[in-house]
Structures are given as C-alpha cells and as structure tokens.
Nanobody, 123 residues
Framework: VQLQASGGGLVQAGGSLRLSCAAS????????MGWFRQAPGKEREFVTA????????YYSDSVRGRFTISRDNAKNTVYLQMNSLKAEDTAIYYC?????????????????WGQGTLVTVSS
C-alpha cells in the first residue's frame, strides 16, 4: 500500500499549486482522505480532509477559502488545490488515508501516509 504525493514546488506569494496524492496497492474509495503539513521547526498540523464520497470536506481556519480538496475515486487520487498562497504555507505536505468513511483532523485517525511533497512560497 502506497500513497504518492506530488505537485509541490516553489511559487511566489499569491500564486497557486495543485497537489496530487495517488494511492496504489488497494482502493481507498471507501475511506476519508486528508492532507497535513509540517513547516520547518514546527509540529505536523491538519490542513483539510474529505469524506469517502467527496461531498463533504473540512478545512483548518488557516486555509479555509484558499484551499480546496477533492478526490477522484475512479483514479484512487485525492487533490489539493492551493490558491492565494502565503509564505506561512511553506511546508512539507503529506496526504493520508483514514480508517473510516468520514474525516477527522486527528492524525491518529489515519492509517496510511504518503512521503510528502515540499511546497515553498516566496514572499
């Protein structure tokens, strides 16, 4: 079972990036998926999560209105569209697969984790 995150890079403040997380080894169409991030010198924090069907999502206050999570269960892939990026969004972004149909902001709820993709926002 593997989660492969991609799409990170260097972008100027105000710009956009789209992250992808492709799952392999099993289907994740019946579990919630989430994105977390860890900035240098800080603890990992919750960013957003989406339920199994994709019709409900939850966002942290710091990204609500700027980031959008979505999923394509046919492709076993979850996406994170990031707009209006700020310097404080700089972090390694991790995708994770949950243990049930609905989402949680707690990292212990997630059973599988990707390797992370680095997002750097220059001010």
């Amino acid at each position: 079972v593997q989660l492969q995150a991609s799409g990170g890079g260097l972008v100027q403040a105000g710009g956009s990036l789209r992250l992808s997380c492709a799952a392999s080894g099993r289907s994740f169409s019946r579990v919630a998926m989430g994105w977390f991030r860890q900035a240098p010198g800080k603890e990992r924090e919750f960013v957003t999560a989406i339920n199994w069907s994709g019709d409900s999502a939850y966002y942290s206050d710091s990204v609500r209105g700027r980031f959008t999570i979505s999923r394509d269960n046919a492709k076993n892939t979850v996406y994170l569209q990031m707009n209006s990026l700020k310097a404080e969004d700089t972090a390694i972004y991790y995708c994770a697969a949950g243990s049930g149909l609905t989402y949680s902001r707690l990292s212990r709820y997630y059973d599988y984790w990707g390797q992370g993709t680095l997002v750097t926002v220059s001010s």
